[in-house]
Nanobody, 124 residues
Framework: QVQLVESGGGLAQSGGSLRLSCAAS????????MAWFRQAPGREREFVAL????????YYANSVKGRFTISRDNAKNTVYLQMNSLKPEDTAVYFC?????????????????WGQGTQVTVSS
């Protein structure tokens, strides 16, 4: 069982930055791939970024590539999402998620555990 708790959301201006954190419980954190998803009102949950369990490989949605960076600290059981050059269209609830399988990284159904989400609002 893994519990995930996000923090760091809030209000930012267009062009600004925020850093999200996701703290995980359990001693098997390092064996899970960790990802961030987001969901805007009236829209489906969409993939944002993933870092593999070993930390050596990352994947990003095209919409955030070059602006967002996912990192993880296995010693602290924490994954981060550094968001720079924020845009109003980045406004959403952001969720962290973990998976231990080889299923598609961009599909929400591939993930075993989810956090409760943290709101990010970007004003123009």
């Amino acid at each position: 069982q893994v519990q995930l708790v996000e923090s760091g959301g809030g209000l930012a201006q267009s062009g600004g930055s925020l850093r999200l954190s996701c703290a995980a419980s359990g001693r098997t954190f390092s064996t899970y791939a960790m990802a961030w998803f987001r969901q805007a009102p009236g829209r489906e949950r969409e993939f944002v970024a993933l870092r593999t369990s070993g930390g050596g490989t990352t994947y990003y949605a095209n919409s955030v590539k070059g602006r967002f960076t996912i990192s993880r600290d296995n010693a602290k059981n924490t994954v981060y999402l550094q968001m720079n050059s924020l845009k109003p269209e980045d406004t959403a609830v952001y969720f962290c998620a973990s998976k231990s399988n080889s299923a598609s990284y961009s599909s929400p159904t591939s993930y075993n555990y989810w956090g409760q989400g943290t709101q990010v609002t970007v004003s123009s």
